[in-house]
């Protein structure tokens, strides 16, 4: 029987990229180019629909456009976007000059796209900007808007972070599909007990150090979560306002991890991530708060112990010298063991680790800037 292969799907500013290895995770190959020129802010895979992948395509001159491959992306074809319009029996937002009249609020660009829960195969979600999350129950054929966030009453004081007002996050549960989070910029967390009827946020103890009050229930920028393999109760957290983790589904206070003694030295990021077979751990890239590359002179990945309430970090600045920016997507793990770690860079490079930080090594290829990584 052929070994299976692992198949890192890369979303670039300049288009897709497939980047294939065995098991061993020794010598990469990187497929052709897809959408080439257009801004990738998302690529996944569906696991219920092995081979399927969705690519979060936006472009200067098309618009958002959604992609789907049927075949590990040998070939794409387009489906459906979702569009938002102003509901017919209500007053549509958006137009502060005339309340009453119909403003269309289009898409403007697609972030997350995210496959619904094992026990809904043909579910969907995806989160644009502005603020909007759609869910689709058909693959893609028709969107609908998941209206208890689309109109939450405290939306009107929902301000963008400084990549837009976007819908960056989305989780689903594994355990049940009705438990869902969703993570806005520059707005917080928010967390749904059923199936996205109602939302509450989840934001305690999250500081705005940007803010006259540090800790408001809402107006976090978030930048990325993640849950623990082990454990969907424990959450961890990358935000404006440092690194953090939750052992209560995200209900009650936070707890800032950032500034544990042994950390990194700036705990500001984007990028958060967990493994399969690394239940209990974290990995982060701490960045500079003000230029938002990395600090010390060079690439760093840092691993959170949450048994031990300690960090390491898993590389030596001089491994990879420079200075370089991780987006919010740029950071995942594999399923394996050891667990594969990936680092996508702003500046086109994709770091990796077969075995869990031990080593690292870069897949000989210059890739245009990356905006995510994600493994199937």
């Given at each position: 029987?052929a070994e299976?292969?692992?198949?890192?799907?890369?979303g670039?500013?300049k288009?897709?990229?497939?980047v294939?290895s065995?098991k061993?995770?020794?010598?990469?190959k990187v497929?052709a180019?897809s959408n080439p020129g257009?801004e990738?802010?998302?690529?996944v895979s569906?696991p219920r629909h092995?081979g399927?992948?969705y690519?979060?395509?936006n472009s200067?001159?098309?618009?958002p456009?959604?992609?789907r491959?049927?075949?590990w992306?040998r070939s794409?074809?387009?489906?459906?976007?979702p569009l938002?319009?102003?509901?017919k029996?209500?007053?549509?937002m958006?137009?502060?000059?005339d309340?009453?009249a119909?403003v269309?609020?289009?898409?403007?660009?697609?972030?997350h796209?995210e496959p619904?829960?094992?026990?809904?195969?043909?579910?969907?979600?995806?989160?644009?900007d502005?603020?909007?999350?759609?869910?689709?129950?058909?693959?893609?054929?028709?969107?609908e808007?998941?209206?208890a966030?689309n109109?939450?009453?405290?939306?009107?004081?929902?301000g963008?972070?400084?990549?837009?007002?976007c819908l960056?996050?989305?989780?689903?549960d594994?355990?049940?599909?009705k438990r869902?989070?969703?993570?806005?910029?520059?707005?917080?967390?928010?967390?749904?007990?059923d199936?996205g009827e109602?939302?509450?946020?989840?934001?305690?103890k999250?500081?705005?150090?940007?803010?006259?009050?540090?800790?408001?229930?809402?107006g976090q920028?978030?930048?990325h979560?993640?849950l623990d393999?082990?454990?969907?109760d424990v959450?961890?957290?990358q935000?404006?306002g440092g690194?953090?983790v939750?052992?209560?589904?995200m209900d009650g206070?936070?707890?800032?991890?950032?500034k544990?003694k042994?950390g990194?030295?700036?705990?500001?990021?984007?990028a958060v991530?967990?493994?399969?077979?690394r239940?209990g751990?974290?990995?982060?890239?701490p960045?500079?708060g003000?230029?938002?590359t990395?600090?010390n002179?060079?690439?760093?990945?840092?691993?959170w112990?949450?048994?031990?309430h300690?960090?390491r970090?898993?590389?030596s600045?001089?491994?990879f010298a420079g200075d370089?920016?991780?987006?919010?997507?740029?950071?995942?793990?594999?399923?394996?063991?050891?667990a594969?770690i990936?680092?996508?860079?702003t500046?086109g490079?994709?770091?990796?680790s077969p075995?869990?930080?031990?080593?690292?090594?870069?897949?000989?290829?210059?890739?245009?800037?990356?905006?995510?990584?994600?493994?199937?």
């Amino acid at each position: 029987m052929a070994e299976s292969k692992v198949r890192v799907l890369v979303g670039t500013r300049k288009g897709t990229y497939i980047v294939e290895s065995t098991k061993a995770r020794k010598t990469w190959k990187v497929g052709a180019v897809s959408n080439p020129g257009r801004e990738i802010y998302h690529v996944v895979s569906d696991p219920r629909h092995p081979g399927h992948l969705y690519a979060a395509v936006n472009s200067g001159f098309w618009g958002p456009i959604l992609y789907r491959s049927p075949n590990w992306g040998r070939s794409w074809e387009e489906v459906t976007t979702p569009l938002t319009e102003p509901s017919k029996d209500r007053k549509p937002m958006f137009n502060d000059a005339d309340p009453t009249a119909p403003v269309p609020r289009p898409v403007q660009n697609l972030w997350h796209v995210e496959p619904g829960h094992a026990s809904e195969p043909n579910t969907l979600f995806i989160g644009v900007d502005p603020h909007f999350l759609f869910r689709s129950d058909d693959l893609a054929k028709t969107w609908e808007p998941v209206k208890a966030i689309n109109e939450h009453p405290g939306r009107k004081d929902w301000g963008p972070g400084a990549g837009g007002a976007c819908l960056h996050t989305i989780i689903v549960d594994p355990r049940t599909p009705k438990r869902m989070h969703i993570g806005l910029s520059a707005v917080g967390t928010f967390r749904s007990d059923d199936a996205g009827e109602h939302w509450h946020p989840t934001n305690a103890k999250v500081e705005c150090p940007f803010l006259p009050n540090p800790y408001p229930e809402t107006g976090q920028c978030v930048h990325h979560v993640a849950l623990d393999p082990d454990d969907p109760d424990v959450a961890y957290r990358q935000d404006h306002g440092g690194m953090y983790v939750h052992h209560h589904g995200m209900d009650g206070d936070w707890e800032r991890i950032g500034k544990v003694k042994g950390g990194p030295k700036d705990d500001f990021g984007f990028a958060v991530a967990t493994a399969a077979s690394r239940p209990g751990r974290a990995y982060f890239v701490p960045l500079t708060g003000e230029a938002r590359t990395t600090p010390n002179g060079g690439l760093q990945v840092w691993e959170w112990n949450d048994p031990a309430h300690k960090w390491r970090t898993l590389m030596s600045p001089r491994t990879f010298a420079g200075d370089y920016g991780v987006h919010r997507e740029g950071l995942a793990c594999d399923r394996l063991d050891p667990a594969g770690i990936y680092v996508g860079t702003t500046t086109g490079q994709l770091v990796l680790s077969p075995d869990a930080g031990r080593s690292w090594r870069q897949v000989p290829f210059q890739f245009p800037g990356i905006h995510s990584v994600s493994v199937a």
